[in-house]
């Protein structure tokens, strides 16, 4: 639903005349370090910079190899291509490239470190805190552009600063006309029609400098991953997801889906209520371990809500998407640019996939493998052993009624570890609609992992599965009566 500004609690506004817009830079959020350079908007432009970065890095490996010639070299990693100082520049470049090209970084700096080296994530988190900002000139133009050359009468105040950075765009802090507090998420100019490009290069990069395991990211996952950023490029798309959210959560006080500005919002605009709290990766230790075991539950929680109930899920796991308020004790949601619906009957046998695998019945998981399409029927033993096991180590949380330690667990590596021999034997590639899924799973994990959190997830799991099954159950009575 669009937003009513009677809804909203009074604040004090900044009193300007009619069509005078306050202009500042106030904002603390994005790093002192963040650079104010154009983004790069054609085609040429960007092919330009992938070629720029693959330089830098045939240097840097030219300098690795005679760092490991006289010994001196403190890379454990076989390619050359592969050092801490093309890690460096491969995050630095990116930072400058925005667009897709940090879309992939903020993917790689959610990975956990034992499966990515630890050096690589840490540059990829500085791409997904530290990228480059635009200038004003091509934030205005965007304005102007989308909302219309007297953008400026429709807010009272604007920071012209970014205080975080999306996927495809900057968001920035401002007050509307009518004192209310948003966020303004700015499209960078130019990314949509650089996606698959970007992509490419972007792959092939990572793919021959030996930066990435084998197997982590296949053709399939490219094709995915390009139609979901090129989903994320329009904004009224993300608007109806938001929507959605915000309709489906009603009932769920725990959690907080912000209102979306209708007549601040464009294909690539979109203006949202701006809501306060504190990154979930940022609850460290110094916070107790009831309020962090409450969040992981409430992500998780979140996770089997969005998949069975809701049968539309956020694949983006970006702990910036979840946003811990501590005084109103809810978790705040945002950034739907990328959400996808499953069907009734492929989430009958996904359910059924991990009911099995909280069970420990590996002959349940076998069947269910077969019908959702992860085997063809004609598999060896190997490949059949190897995915069952991975299936196995992904239902442990949901195994015990007893609370599930995640700070000892290594899901993701143990499920990694498998990937290999799965590569080598499997016949037929995984259901279209896993990858995203299983992407967000595994930064649901992460995140349990992150917060170290102790959380029982047995009862939660049966309880929204006995719910699924009954609600297919009266569907299907309701049907034939």
């Not at 975080?164 to 509307?176: C, E, K, L, N, Y």
């Not at 970007?198 to 139609?227: C, H, I, Q, R």
């Not at 196995?392 to 290999?420: A, V």
Request: net charge neutral; hydrophobic share 40%; proline share 4%.
């Amino acid at each position: 639903m669009p937003y009513d500004p009677r809804l909203v609690k009074e604040r004090k506004a900044t009193v300007v005349k009619p069509g005078v817009i306050r202009v500042v830079e106030k904002s603390t959020s994005t790093s002192s370090s963040a650079i104010e350079r154009s983004v790069p908007a054609s085609r040429i432009s960007r092919l330009w910079h992938f070629g720029g970065i693959a330089a830098g890095m045939g240097l840097g490996a030219v300098a690795e190899m005679g760092k490991r010639a006289v010994g001196v070299s403190g890379s454990n990693y076989n390619s050359v291509l592969a050092s801490e100082d093309n890690f460096g520049r491969l995050a630095n470049g990116l930072a400058r490239m925005r667009g897709a090209a940090l879309k992939i970084g903020q993917m790689i700096s959610i990975q956990d470190p034992e499966l990515i080296p630890a050096p690589l994530v840490e540059a990829m988190e500085r791409v997904r805190n530290n990228a480059d900002i635009m200038p004003y000139s091509q934030t205005e133009q965007m304005l102007r552009d989308n909302i219309g050359a007297d953008w400026k009468t429709q807010f009272q105040e604007f920071d012209l600063k970014p205080f975080a950075s999306a996927s495809i765009g900057q968001v920035h802090r401002a007050t509307t006309k009518e004192g209310v507090d948003v966020a303004v998420k700015i499209q960078y100019p130019g990314v949509a029609d650089s996606i698959e490009s970007d992509m490419d290069n972007l792959f092939t990069l990572l793919s021959y400098s030996g930066m990435l395991p084998a197997g982590m990211y296949l053709d399939k996952t490219l094709k995915v991953t390009k139609k979901e950023l090129l989903q994320e490029t329009d904004y009224f798309y993300e608007k109806d997801n938001q929507m959605k959210f915000r309709q489906f959560l009603q009932k769920y006080p725990e959690y907080y889906v912000p209102f979306v500005v209708d007549e601040l919002t464009t294909k690539q605009v979109l203006t949202t209520e701006f809501v306060r709290g504190v990154n979930i990766d940022k609850l460290n230790e110094s916070y107790d371990q009831v309020t962090r075991n409450w969040v992981a539950y409430q992500v998780m929680r979140l996770t089997l809500l969005e998949l069975f109930e809701f049968r539309f899920m956020q694949t983006d796991p970006n702990w910036a998407n979840f946003i811990w308020n501590s005084e109103t004790r809810k978790l705040n949601l945002i950034d739907f640019g990328a959400c996808s619906n499953y069907s009734e009957q492929f989430l009958s046998e996904y359910l059924n996939v991990i009911a099995s695998a909280a069970r420990k019945d590996r002959k349940g998981i076998d069947d269910a493998s077969l019908k959702l399409g992860f085997f063809t029927g004609q598999e060896s033993e190997i490949m059949k052993n190897a995915h069952i096991n991975s299936v196995l180590i992904l239902g442990e949380p949901f195994m015990s009624t007893e609370p599930y330690d995640f700070s000892q667990q290594n899901i993701t590596k143990r499920i990694h570890e498998l990937i290999p021999t799965m590569l080598k034997y499997r016949l037929t590639p995984p259901p279209q609609e896993t990858y995203a899924l299983h992407r967000k799973l595994s930064g649901a994990f992460l995140i349990c992992a992150k917060l170290k959190a102790v959380i029982p997830l047995h009862d939660l799991f049966w309880e929204i599965h006995d719910n699924f099954q009954k609600s297919v159950k009266d569907k299907n009575n309701k049907q034939s009566e």
